[in-house]
């Protein structure tokens, strides 16, 4: 079992579609992270997001961050065939604890 | 170098070989993450290093992996008598700071290990 499960699995969806990726947790974290990797890459950092009830904006990507601290969700508004990629989400539970990532979601944006 | 980076970035080894994968972290970074991801899916924690010592070493799926890392720099991950199952990219991360303090991890591009 995934200390942090992310829903969907995949997603597939038209461009100009919006999007939502679910990351979800019984732990509480002080921090959560989002990543996207792109084939053959590493992931890469989009946003963290570390108060409950944050939430951040990067361009057509909105992040919130659960009240309670134990669940993420990504917004993506009017995506584009350059948003596809695997979406991570990853928690930290405290200060000097390691990453613990979600099992990813696997978005496809179609032209 | 500007970035973490990984060698081999391709290991293709018959089926009982040992293979060593190569990390080398971001200068100065003083947590090192080892994770392993199959096809399509998610990433699978393997270790953590602070520095040279590793307080989280829980996701080693096995004895016949091992890890270390010297001079709170370069980190090598040990693979014996490897199986199919172990056919996987194999990623490196560090950070600049204590996991948790919402530092970003830094990603290498992996080393893709095929045991045939």
């Known amino acids: 079992t995934q200390l942090l499960e992310q829903s969907p699995q995949f997603l597939s969806i038209q461009e100009g579609e919006n999007l939502t990726v679910y990351c979800n947790s019984s732990?509480?974290?002080?921090?959560l992270q989002w990543y996207r990797q792109e084939p053959g890459e590493g992931p890469v950092l989009l946003v963290t997001?570390?108060?409950?009830?944050e939430v951040k904006k990067l361009k057509r990507l909105t992040f919130q961050f659960g009240d309670a601290r134990k669940d993420s969700s990504l917004h993506i508004t009017a995506a584009q065939p350059g948003d596809t990629g695997l979406y991570l989400c990853?928690?930290?539970?405290?200060?000097?604890?390691?990453?613990?990532f979600g099992g990813g979601t696997r978005v496809l944006v179609k032209p | 170098g500007a970035g973490v980076s990984q060698s081999p970035s391709n290991k293709v080894t018959e089926k009982g070989k040992d293979v060593e994968l190569r990390c080398d972290p971001i200068?100065?970074?003083?947590?090192l993450y080892w994770y392993r991801q199959s096809l399509g899916q998610g990433l699978e924690f393997l270790i953590y290093?602070?520095?040279?010592?590793?307080?989280?070493k829980s996701g080693l799926p096995s004895d016949r992996f091992s890890a270390e890392r010297t001079g709170g720099s370069v980190s090598t991950l040990t693979i014996q008598r490897t199986q199919q199952e172990d056919s996987a990219v194999y990623l490196c991360?560090?950070?600049?700071?204590?996991?948790?303090?919402?530092?970003?991890?830094?990603f290498g591009q992996g080393t893709r290990l095929t045991v045939v």
């Open positions: 991360a560090s950070s600049p700071r204590t996991p948790g303090d919402n530092t970003e991890a830094f």
């Open positions: 732990s509480v974290f002080s921090s």
């Open positions: 997001v570390v108060t409950g009830g």
């Open positions: 990853a928690g930290a539970k405290a200060a000097g604890n390691k990453l613990t």
């Open positions: 200068s100065g970074h003083t947590a």
């Open positions: 290093f602070q520095g040279n010592s590793a307080p989280d």
